[in-house]
């Protein structure tokens, strides 16, 4: 199996397997040595049976119109626990910022009148939404779910490259990742220490209840899905299973009296709290599109006479404007008083001319992003781009510099994937979930880390053509039964009572 990694090319990317010296870093030394010890043949049956098993499970994406299964590399990325201590306060740090942004937002908007963040930046974010404003959820809490996307960049820092507070979608894949890798790979499971992804479902659980609105005794929780022609349907009956509550399509659900009710064989019943995974537009033909028929007429109504509790609030999106993005870290030091744990990336907001000028002089060097796209899609990549392509983008930025952001070119980290009986670098990002219950911002420990299978790809989103890796964030050491604290002081206390050095 070692030819399998023979002439492995090692680039200007930080690898997450091997150091500049090709010595395998020491947090994936059994899984190198799992690998490096089975045959080609070994190693492609054992991805045949994990592209199997997620057939078998109907776990698919969206690409180019047409659901494909998601595809699942054999080699896991593998992260220290002090490093996952950095990404995970990281992470709930800035979803503490975001919380406080958007209540500030639909609220007193103390943050513009203190010149933080101008007022023209949330007017004019195609995700502001009016009627969120003077909203107030039962116990405070906007993003019950995050998705918020680092990489980790050539000199090794982890840093921020987007927020997601709207809908994120992702963390069942982590649940079926997990699975089955258990299954093709029990022999590392056995002598590695990697921390558990299965209670996501109750913790998020825990977190919808909670938010559930005053007075709501032993309160009912269901998952809004737009139904099976959702590309991330797969995910909304997942959840919905393992949390043991209702997965509902709009017309399932009716308003009366300031409430929501399900029709169900046995009448109707109350609906206290919505996971919805219906994008704002669509959630209310009263108040957003009047043609949709994926919503429930009335319910934005219900949520602000504080009916029902919408999980993630409407609104949220304005979070995640890639032109907010580069607010946050003022954010993070004006609602929080700290430092931003973990960096954004460096971002030119293209309409300062002053930005915009020095953008345009050197497009070909620099990614221009859409603030309001998802998906990878509108992405420019200016080394990768041809000229015609540059020439458009040029007369889309002059044209619109609110709707753009540019950032210098990060060589995501790389990790060994499984590419034609071989491994190769391919390019990697991670979306670490975290759950909200109004006391605790909780980040499942691994997340979903997307990899770009074409090389050279920079974008690794499925939508793209992009695939997943198992994520396993290494347990701590144990801390020290009581006897051995009792053996430890004894070897360090001396005859006479005193303590050495």
């Known amino acids: 199996m070692a030819d399998l990694f023979d002439d492995y090319p090692l680039g200007a990317a930080y690898d997450e397997m091997l150091d500049r010296d090709s010595g395998v870093r020491p947090r994936y030394a059994p899984v190198h040595g799992t690998l490096a010890g089975l045959?080609?043949?070994?190693?492609?049956?054992?991805?045949?049976?994990?592209?199997?098993?997620?057939?078998?499970?109907?776990?698919?994406?969206?690409?180019?119109?047409?659901?494909?299964?998601?595809?699942?590399?054999?080699?896991?990325?593998?992260?220290?626990?002090?490093?996952?201590?950095?990404?995970?306060?990281?992470?709930?740090?800035?979803?503490?910022?975001?919380?406080?942004?958007?209540?500030?937002?639909?609220?007193?908007?103390?943050?513009?009148?203190?010149?933080?963040?101008?007022l023209r930046l949330i007017l004019s974010s195609a995700e502001f939404k009016q009627a969120a404003h003077g909203i107030e959820p039962p116990n405070g809490v906007r993003c019950h779910v995050s998705g918020i996307d680092v990489v980790r960049d050539a000199v090794g820092e982890y840093r921020v490259?987007?927020?997601?507070?709207?809908?994120?979608?992702?963390?069942?894949?982590?649940?079926?990742?997990?699975?089955?890798?258990?299954?093709?790979?029990?022999?590392?499971?056995?002598?590695?220490?990697?921390?558990?992804?299965v209670d996501y479902p109750q913790r998020l659980l825990a977190a919808l209840v909670a938010a559930a609105p005053d007075g709501a005794a032993d309160p009912t929780v269901v998952v809004l899905t737009p139904g099976v022609f959702s590309s991330a349907y797969y995910e909304h009956a997942l959840l919905a299973r393992l949390m043991g509550v209702e997965l509902v399509e709009g017309p399932d659900l009716f308003c009366s009296g300031g409430r929501v009710f399900m029709r169900t064989t046995r009448g109707s019943r109350r609906v206290d709290v919505i996971y919805r995974r219906v994008d704002d537009d669509f959630l209310d033909p009263v108040q957003f599109r009047a043609d949709s028929v994926l919503g429930v007429p009335g319910l934005?109504?219900?949520?602000?006479?504080?009916?029902?509790?919408?999980?993630?609030?409407?609104?949220?999106?304005?979070?995640?404007?890639?032109?907010?993005?580069?607010?946050?870290?003022?954010?993070?030091?004006?609602?929080?008083?700290?430092?931003p744990v973990v960096r954004n990336v460096d971002t030119w907001r293209l309409q300062e001319p002053e930005a915009l000028a020095e953008v345009l002089d050197r497009l070909d060097e620099l990614v221009v992003k859409p603030v309001?796209?998802?998906?990878g899609k509108g992405i420019v990549v200016g080394p990768a781009a041809s000229r015609a392509e540059l020439d458009r983008l040029r007369t889309r930025l002059v044209a619109d510099p609110r709707g753009w952001i540019a950032q210098p070119v990060v060589q995501l980290s790389t990790a060994p994937t499984l590419v034609d009986g071989g491994f190769r670098p391919r390019h990697i990002d991670l979306r670490p979930f975290a759950v909200n219950d109004g006391d605790d911002v909780w980040v499942l420990p691994g997340g979903l880390t997307r990899v770009a299978l074409p090389q050279g790809?920079?974008?690794?989103?499925?939508?793209?053509?992009?695939?997943?890796?198992?994520?396993?964030?290494?347990?701590?050491?144990?801390?020290?039964?009581?006897?051995?604290?009792?053996?430890?002081?004894q070897q360090t206390t001396d005859p006479a009572g005193g303590t050495t050095c």
Do not use: H
């Open 39 to 118: 045959t080609a043949d070994e190693v492609a049956v054992r991805a045949d049976a994990l592209a199997r098993s997620y057939l078998a499970q109907g776990v698919t994406f969206d690409f180019a119109g047409e659901e494909r299964p998601f595809p699942l590399d054999v080699v896991p990325r593998v992260i220290e626990p002090d490093e996952w201590d950095v990404v995970a306060r990281g992470v709930a740090q800035r979803v503490r910022a975001l919380e406080a942004f958007l209540a500030d937002v639909y609220g007193p908007q103390q943050a513009v009148r203190d010149g933080v963040v101008p």
């Open 457 to 489: 790809q920079l974008v690794v989103n499925s939508s793209q053509g992009g695939g997943s890796k198992d994520t396993w964030v290494l347990e701590g050491p144990r801390p020290a039964s009581r006897a051995q604290q009792q053996q430890q002081q």
């Open 300 to 339: 934005v109504g219900c949520a602000r006479r504080g009916g029902v509790t919408l999980a993630n609030a409407i609104g949220n999106g304005v979070a995640d404007d890639k032109l907010v993005y580069t607010y946050v870290p003022d954010l993070i030091r004006y609602f929080l008083g700290e430092e």
């Open 372 to 375: 309001d796209g998802s998906g």
């Open 161 to 197: 490259l987007e927020d997601n507070v709207r809908v994120p979608s992702g963390v069942s894949y982590v649940v079926s990742n997990r699975q089955a890798m258990v299954r093709s790979f029990p022999e590392l499971f056995s002598s590695m220490r990697v921390r558990p992804v």
